[in-house]
């Protein structure tokens, strides 16, 4: 009994120091309360403090001696400049973001600055008092050790007329943005992809691996000629351990303006992974740089597709495209469904310029017949053009594939 009532006593008392960590008409001299540091997702001082960049003053954010880059792992001396003629009193909370809005790095507190929640922000401690015309904070901010691309420093200050009250101050909102060192690479990015190609596609979630089995699988990535002219220099050095189906070529847009990003061929096996060379589990996208992605799907002889989502990449666990589930693709029936219930690209684009119309039938009808072969118009991919090229062609006649990537 007694051990509840002081469990009940420690309670109230606690309740009663939070309650006084912000004594009413008081303000937030002693440190501000979290998420008021103007970036995204948050709110500013002036959710309490008046004259949101009313007055004449400002803010600023000093970077290493207005340094424009960082380095991964290392620690940057830092400020925060606060200017207004009319205030004597000074306070300040901040945040780094990636590109992602992820917190990022860590702080180390200078005079009169404090870190709060798990070190995701800073801010100012015991507000300096008595100090007219402006302030200067400084701390430091230690940058992540992997990789993490542009960096956004968000600041909002409170220049306060130390009236012990809310009223009569004004709050300035910056931000500064830092981009990581050119003379370090941006990571590798290892995406998970899967997909299904209809004319390759037999039963069992499987497809035909005949043109590998049959020693016909060019070495060479061979998207370097039209349409596509990807100039890349993937090669089969090692056998893989599985055979492949096909080769496919991959592309990732960027989410916020749609420009390409990145392109690679990767090998597509018969269970609908794809993967780099030389990598059994995952496409790896080299030096790309953090943010969002949609991923364009291209084979030589199928309509060429793009993801109806994006993810973040580099991605943190098994994130990826799987464009075997349904509606997972831009635009209306860009993909076929299968017996085994998942969807595969459409055969029969053999000018692969993102249409399925008479003219690849014409393609198709100039050498309908051709054995073992390494050939556009095989659609099934069974290393002979036949009649059954044909057949895995006519039931997506007049597909139109989205027009962002059609050639
Ligand atoms: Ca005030
Ligand atoms: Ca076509
Ligand atoms: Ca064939």
Not at 189 to 211: E, Q
Not at 252 to 268: E, F, G, V
Not at 311 to 331: S, Y
Request: charged fraction near 15%; aromatic fraction near 10%; proline fraction near 5%.
């Amino acid at each position: 009994m007694k051990k509840r009532l002081l469990i009940i006593i420690s309670t109230l008392l606690t309740i009663a120091f939070v309650c006084l960590d912000r004594p009413a008409g008081h303000g937030f001299s002693g440190t501000p309360p979290a998420n008021k540091t103007g970036a995204p997702d948050a709110g500013t001082c002036a959710d309490c403090h008046s004259n949101t960049q009313a007055g004449m003053g400002s803010v600023a954010v000093i970077f290493n001696n207005n340094n424009a880059y960082y380095d991964s792992d290392s620690t940057y001396n830092m400020s925060v400049v606060l200017i207004d003629s009319s205030k004597v009193r000074w306070g300040f909370s901040m945040v780094a973001r990636d590109t992602m809005n992820n917190n990022v790095g860590t702080w180390t507190a200078g005079p009169n600055t404090k870190i709060h929640s798990s070190f995701t922000h800073i801010s100012h401690l015991n507000a300096p008092n008595g100090i007219p015309n402006g302030y200067t904070f400084n701390f430091q901010w230690t940058a992540p050790a992997s990789y993490t691309g542009q960096v956004r420093f968000y600041v909002a200050g409170n220049a306060a007329n130390a009236n012990f009250d809310d009223s009569g101050d004004n709050v300035y909102l910056n931000n500064l943005t830092i981009e990581h060192s050119s003379a370090q690479t941006p990571p590798t990015a290892a995406c998970k992809v899967k997909m299904y190609l209809s004319g390759a596609y037999r039963a069992n979630d499987s497809m035909r691996t005949d043109i590998y089995d049959g020693g016909l699988l060019p070495f060479e990535q061979p998207y370097n000629g039209y349409p596509w002219f990807y100039n890349g220099t993937e090669t089969i050095v090692v056998p893989p351990n599985h055979s492949p189906t096909d080769w496919v070529l991959l592309e990732l847009y960027r989410a916020a303006d749609t420009t390409l990003a990145a392109q690679t061929a990767a090998l597509l096996y018969a269970n609908g992974r794809v993967a780099s060379v030389g990598n059994d589990t995952a496409v790896i996208f080299q030096n790309l740089p953090t943010g969002n992605y949609f991923l364009a799907a291209r084979h030589r002889n199928h309509l060429a597709v793009l993801s109806r989502t994006t993810i973040a990449l580099p991605a943190q666990g098994n994130e990826g495209f799987d464009l075997t589930q349904a509606n997972t693709t831009m635009g209306n029936n860009q993909t076929i469904a299968l017996a085994n219930g998942k969807y595969a690209l459409r055969a029969g684009d053999f000018n692969a310029d993102g249409l399925i119309l008479v003219d690849d039938f014409n393609t198709y009808i100039i050498n309908a017949a051709l054995i073992n072969t390494y050939y556009r118009t095989d659609a099934n991919l069974d290393r002979h053009v036949t009649v059954a090229d044909y057949n895995a062609y006519t039931p997506h006649t007049s597909s139109i594939g989205v027009a962002k990537i059609r050639y």
